[in-house]
């Protein structure tokens, strides 16, 4: 069992950065693979990163490459989303997750944190 509770959201201009932390409790943290999603109002949850259990691979959703940067501290169970350049379509409420599988699918995530939201403002 893994419990994930996210921070570090806000309101934010257009242009500018947010990094969102991820923190664990449980065992084996360091076994899973890690992943981030977002969910627009109206609209389905939907992957943005994700990131293997070691660090070594990471995987991004197509418009935020090159923008968002995932990264994990296995010493001190958290996982985190960095976020530049931020755009107004990028306001969701992010969620962090966790699961045996590194993949873009939400269905193959486990355990779920309780999301925190970001606005991005034009």
């Known amino acids: 069992q893994v419990q994930l509770v996210e921070s570090g959201g806000g309101l934010v201009q257009a242009g500018g950065s947010l990094r969102l932390s991820c923190a664990a409790s449980?065992?084996?943290?360091?076994?899973?693979?890690l992943g981030w999603f977002r969910q627009a109002p109206g609209k389905e949850r939907e992957f943005a990163a994700a990131?293997?259990?070691?660090?070594?691979?990471?995987y991004y959703k197509d418009s935020v490459k090159g923008r968002f940067t995932i990264s994990r501290d296995n010493a001190k169970n958290t996982v985190y989303l960095q976020m530049n350049s931020l755009k107004p379509d990028d306001t969701a409420i992010y969620y962090c997750?966790?699961?045996?599988?590194?993949?873009?699918?939400?269905?193959?995530?486990?355990?779920w944190g309780q999301g925190t939201q970001v606005t991005v403002s034009s």
């Open positions: 449980g065992r084996a943290f360091s076994t899973y693979a």
């Open positions: 990131i293997n259990w070691s660090g070594t691979n990471t």
């Open positions: 997750a966790a699961g045996r599988v590194t993949t873009q699918s939400r269905n193959d995530y486990l355990y």
